[in-house]
């Protein structure tokens, strides 16, 4: 393995402060509930799309196709507000911390957002979360296995020391990419050996340094 000296990049935040104001408004209509490490909660409820604020803690997003790890949301935020527009995007939300959650129907979320005019703050909040998932995309797009499970590294690693607990590096790189749990052992286990990061009972403990190829 060769070292370089190329950039590190960090985790993107599915939040931004327009997520915080649309998040004031909406808390006093939603029901608020507290959940536990590892609780999940669909976006849509018989047959009822539904919007989260995230109000304490820190969730992940999955696809409900494949479970796919979208990425993962710190209070104060909201998730499921594109449900608003009638997509009913089919996804879940799981706890990875205790975490304060207000449940709104997206509908009512809609007449608080059109009643307080907060129309352009939800656009502004979208397209800055949107942009963040674009550029996330494009780094999930390396060539190379390697390549793939070292961006997941650093991005792991920028996460909050609760999540870097809750989840086993293989398991956090398996359900964000298409790549087999043997690869990423193996993988792991190269990285390991050559001193390049320390991982103690599958968790990700610390990063030294990265080789760009391998």
Not at 65 to 81: H, M, T
Not at 136 to 159: C, H, K, N, W
Not at 185 to 198: A, F, P
Request: hydrophobic share 40%.
């Amino acid at each position: 393995m060769a070292l370089t000296d190329k950039p590190e990049t960090s985790a993107p935040r599915l939040s931004s402060p327009y997520g915080i104001e649309l998040v004031k408004h909406l808390k006093p209509f939603a029901e608020i509930r507290l959940y536990q490490p590892g609780d999940k909660l669909q976006m849509i409820v018989d047959d009822s799309p539904l919007c989260y604020l995230i109000l304490e803690g820190t969730v992940a997003t999955h696809r409900v196709a494949d479970d796919v790890l979208l990425g993962s949301v710190q209070s104060p935020s909201l998730v499921g507000i594109a449900n608003m527009s009638r997509m009913n995007i089919e996804g879940y939300i799981k706890a990875l911390t205790p975490c304060k959650i207000g449940i709104i129907p997206a509908g009512k979320a809609r007449e608080i957002i059109d009643k307080d005019g907060l129309w352009e703050t939800l656009s502004e909040h979208m397209m800055m979360v949107a942009s963040r998932l674009m550029a996330f995309g494009q780094d999930l797009s390396a060539p190379t296995a390697y390549e793939v499970i070292r961006q997941q590294l650093l991005i792991l690693m920028s996460e909050d020391q609760a999540i870097r607990r809750d989840i086993t590096a293989e398991k956090y790189i398996r359900e964000k990419t298409t790549l087999s749990r043997s690869r990423i052992m193996r993988i792991l286990s190269d990285l390991k050996t050559g001193g390049y990061i320390d991982i103690e009972r599958g968790r990700l403990l610390k990063i030294h340094k990265l080789p760009e190829k391998y």
